[in-house]
């Protein structure tokens, strides 16, 4: 049950409580110039999710696997080289950004050349979204999110497993689709608006962003209050 609240609280934290775009300011780029029609803006956050949860699944499949210290692939191919024990101390978290970063654009190059063929009324939906979402920073902060959680944890049995790598990623993504949409649904009736010339274009973007996340900020309460209730942690 306390795994069930723990998948439970990771997901309302990464949609809502800490979102990723009005929490943390990561994903800006899209969230700024995608955000000009519900439609579009919809159209990137689910493409974001999708890819999201794809590159969180890699990214902790390598991390575990390859990356953190004392990985087994990483203990089994150094094995062949040096001793057991040198073999165990061998730390391949240096490697991280590249790894991510190559995971998250093989990752969106495969789901576009996938979908283009086998799905093309699906490709023709998403797009230009796919190529943008290889320069989402709010992809790689996930995966570095989860990396966190994995590496340097004091509690081994506290890292993170598979299941609350993908909450983070799903519901980051859901959390980023409804930030854009909500800044769409804003920008559209703002096109009806009288706006004074100084504050057009991107300046009423940005002043609308950060009254949105002065708004989220409202569920930092959520968030101790949901820990009290589940846990019964002050």
């Known amino acids: 049950m306390n795994y069930i609240f723990d998948i439970f609280l990771i997901s309302i934290s990464a949609a809502l409580i800490n979102n990723f775009v009005l929490y943390y300011f990561v994903g800006i780029c899209p969230f700024i110039g995608v955000s000009r029609r519900v439609d579009m803006a919809l159209g990137m956050g689910s493409a974001v999710t999708f890819v999201m949860t794809i590159a969180v699944f890699l990214s902790w499949t390598m991390t575990t696997l390859v990356l953190m210290p004392g990985a087994p692939v990483s203990r089994w191919v150094a094995g062949y080289f040096m001793s057991a024990e040198k073999a165990a101390d061998i730390d391949l978290t240096i490697l991280t950004y590249i790894v991510y970063i190559f995971s998250i654009a093989s990752s969106v190059q495969f789901v576009e050349m996938y979908v283009r063929k086998f799905y093309p009324p699906l490709y023709k939906s998403f797009g230009v979204f796919l190529p943008l979402i290889t320069t989402n920073c709010a992809i790689l902060f996930a995966c570095l999110t989860v990396m966190s959680n994995i590496i340097g944890v004091e509690n081994p049995s506290e890292a993170w497993d598979l299941g609350r790598a993908l909450a983070l990623g799903l519901f980051g993504g859901a959390g980023f689709t409804i930030a854009i949409v909500i800044m ?8 009806l608006c009288d706006i004074p010339a100084p504050f057009k274009g991107a300046a009423i973007t940005l002043i609308v962003g950060g009254i949105l996340a002065m708004a989220f900020m409202g569920f930092n309460g959520v968030d101790s209050g949901l820990k009290t209730a589940l ?4």
């Open 184 to 191: 769409a649904g804003i920008r559209e009736e703002l096109d």
């Open 231 to 234: 846990t019964g942690a002050p």
